[in-house]
């Protein structure tokens, strides 16, 4: 797969790209990441890429023919995107399901926006789709470029060393993750719970279907409606439900 991400800042993007699991997919050729710095992309000689918005307002707004310039310049490579992705606060949420949906593409450009937004005709004339990664205001689209970047990359083939761990991570099917423990047993006067440590494989499985859906439905209720649950898991959550209905009761 690859990605190529449009940016002011380029030099934001090395610390991210230059570890952990997105280095390692990088140097075993699972994923291969381009970043342009857009300035390149200009043509007058202080390297513009804003100036003030028609109509009046606070701030600058990106300029439109350097970001069409370039993605032109990444087509002139041989390869046509799948996707040309805006990071912006008015686009659909980023969330698991949009990462593995990007993961199954093989080529996606991602524009970075700063200052007071983009030239429309970007939104409307190059990007293909606009993605958010939260409802809060950033200095820039970098970092949610790096975000997308990362999610999309552990879910390829090969990224991560140990496959059941994605497959079991928070959001996968809904639901958050149970909580983990580790050694030592005692901490603080803090125990690790028993069933962990009894050896019960069914038990243990049990327990931890259990406290996913304790923590979704205590933190995050609302991805309940579409999780993915088994039976047992539908009659847990039911199970938890009625009990805290008996505890708001008590209240």
């Known amino acids: ?27 075993r050729g699972i994923v291969d990441v381009r970043v342009h710095d857009l ?3 200009t043509t007058d000689r202080h390297r513009s890429v804003d100036d003030v918005p028609y109509g009046g307002g606070p701030g600058m707004v990106f300029k439109p023919e350097p970001l069409f310039a370039a993605v032109d310049a990444i087509r002139a490579q041989g390869s046509e995107p799948d996707a040309v992705i805006l990071t912006s606060p008015q686009g659909k949420a980023f969330t698991q399901a949009e990462a593995a ?4 593409m093989r080529h996606v450009v991602l524009l970075c926006g700063r200052y007071e ?6 939104r409307t004339g190059l990007a293909t789709e606009e993605l958010s990664i939260g409802d809060y205001v950033l200095s820039g689209g970098e970092l949610p470029a790096l975000v997308i970047v990362d999610a999309v990359v552990r879910l390829l083939p090969g990224a991560v060393g140990d496959e059941e761990s994605v497959e079991a991570d928070s959001f996968t099917r809904g639901l958050l993750d149970f ?11 803090m125990a690790v719970p028993d069933v962990l440590m009894s050896g019960h494989h069914a038990e243990i499985r049990r327990w931890r279907k259990r406290e996913a859906l304790r ?7 609302e991805l309940l409606a579409d ?25």
């Not at 909580?179 to 006067?189: E, L």
């Open 1 to 27: 797969m690859r990605f190529d991400l449009v940016t002011i800042f380029p030099r934001m993007c090395d610390g991210p790209l230059g570890e952990g699991i997105i280095r390692r997919a990088i140097e």
């Open 39 to 41: 300035r390149d992309h």
């Open 101 to 104: 949906r990007l993961a199954g």
């Open 117 to 122: 937004g983009v030239d429309d005709r970007v």
């Open 179 to 189: 909580p983990v423990f580790t050694r030592p047993a005692g901490c603080r006067g």
């Open 215 to 221: 923590r979704t439905l205590e933190s995050r209720p």
């Open 227 to 251: 999780a993915e649950l088994d039976s047992e898991e539908r009659e847990m959550l039911r199970a938890l439900m009625e009990e805290r209905g008996a505890e708001y009761g008590r209240d």
